[in-house]
């Protein structure tokens, strides 16, 4: 496994997210764990477009 997948696994290991348990983060797949820090992380990504109350109807 790539060094980021192990850091990120040892992330969610010792603060796994509500709902699941460490075993559950051992047993995930590089894509799951991907897949699950992307959507976790989701609204950090987002730009801040339409935040100020610029909407167009």
Do not use: A, Q, V, W
């Not at 709902?19 to 047993?27: A, E, Q, Y």
């Not at 609204?43 to 339409?50: K, N, T, Y």
């Amino acid at each position: 496994m790539k060094p980021d997948i192990e850091e990120l696994r040892r992330k969610y290991i010792e603060n796994p997210p509500e709902g699941m348990t460490s075993k559950d983060i051992r047993h995930m797949s590089e894509d799951e764990l991907l897949d699950m820090d992307y959507f976790l992380n989701d609204d950090e990504l987002d730009d801040d477009f339409g935040e100020e109350g610029f909407y167009i109807f």
